[in-house]
T-cell receptor, first 115, second 110 residues
C-alpha cells in the first residue's frame, strides 16, 4: 500500500531535549515536505526537499533541521525544542519537484507537545 | 504563488449538492488548481486537480471557467462524512514551495 509513515504519532517531551520525527514514503517520490498545523494558522511549510541531498526552507524553518540522505526518508530534527514548537506536524511526498500538477500524499501526523 | 480566497465556512444537509468556490484572480498560465480535504487530526487528502474546463472523478467535480480566475469544487449528494476542511491550492508545475490558505470548513447536518 502506498503510504507516508511518520513516527512517533504522539510525543510529549521537555524543552531543550533533542528529538527527531521520522518520515518514510514507499512511492519512490522525489519531493518530500514537512508542515506544521496550528489552530487559526492553517498548514505552514517548514522545509522541503526536491531530491536526495537537496533541501530548502519553507515559510517557517526556524528551530528545525532536516536531512535527505535517502530518497525514501526525510526526518525532521528539533535540536533544542521549545514550547512554541508544540504543534501537529505532517510529512508529505509527491512525484517530481512537488509542482502544482503533482498531488501531495500526506502522513497521518505527529502531535508534539513541548513542556 | 497565486493567492486564493475561499469562504471560511459553509453549512449544508445530507443529500444536497455542495459547491465551494475558490477565487484566484492572479492565476498564471502554468498554474494548476488542486483541492484537498482534511478531517480533524488527519493529513490532507487529495481530491481533484484541474487546469481548465471541467474535471470529474469518483468523489467530486471541478469546474474552471475560461478565464480561470476562479474554480468551483462540487460535491454531489454529500453525507455527514463529508464534514471537513477543504483547501484550494494554485501552483505552477515547477513551484516547489507550497502555501496552504485557510480553507473552507464544511459542516454537513442530518
Amino acid at each position: 500500500e502506498a503510504q507516508v509513515t511518520q513516527n512517533p504519532r504522539y510525543l510529549i517531551t521537555v524543552t531543550g531535549k533533542k528529538l527527531t520525527v521520522t518520515c518514510s514514503q514507499n512511492m519512490n517520490h522525489e519531493y518530500m515536505s514537512w508542515y506544521r498545523q496550528d489552530p487559526g494558522l492553517g498548514l505552514r511549510q517548514i522545509y522541503y526537499s526536491m531530491n536526495v541531498e537537496v533541501t530548502d526552507k519553507g515559510d517557517v524553518p526556524e528551530g528545525y533541521k532536516v536531512s535527505r540522505k535517502e530518497k525514501r526518508n526525510f526526518p525532521l530534527i528539533l535540536e533544542s525544542p521549545s514550547p512554541n514548537q508544540t504543534s501537529l506536524y505532517f510529512c508529505a511526498s509527491s512525484f517530481g519537484t512537488g509542482g502544482g500538477n503533482q498531488p501531495q500524499h500526506f502522513g497521518d501526523g505527529t502531535r508534539l507537545s513541548i513542556l | 504563488l497565486a493567492k486564493t480566497t475561499q469562504p471560511i465556512s459553509m453549512d449544508s444537509y445530507e443529500g444536497q449538492e455542495v459547491n465551494i468556490t475558490c477565487s484566484h484572480n492572479n492565476i498564471a498560465t502554468n498554474d494548476y488548481i488542486t483541492w484537498y480535504q482534511q478531517f480533524p487530526s488527519q493529513g490532507p487528502r487529495f481530491i481533484i486537480q484541474g487546469y481548465k474546463t471541467k474535471v470529474t472523478n469518483e468523489v467530486a467535480s471541478l469546474f474552471i471557467p475560461a478565464d480561470r480566475k476562479s474554480s468551483t469544487l462540487s460535491l454531489p449528494r454529500v453525507s455527514l462524512s463529508d464534514t471537513a476542511v477543504y483547501y484550494c491550492l494554485v501552483r505552477n508545475s515547477s513551484a516547489s514551495k507550497i502555501i496552504f490558505g485557510s480553507g473552507t470548513r464544511l459542516s454537513i447536518r442530518p
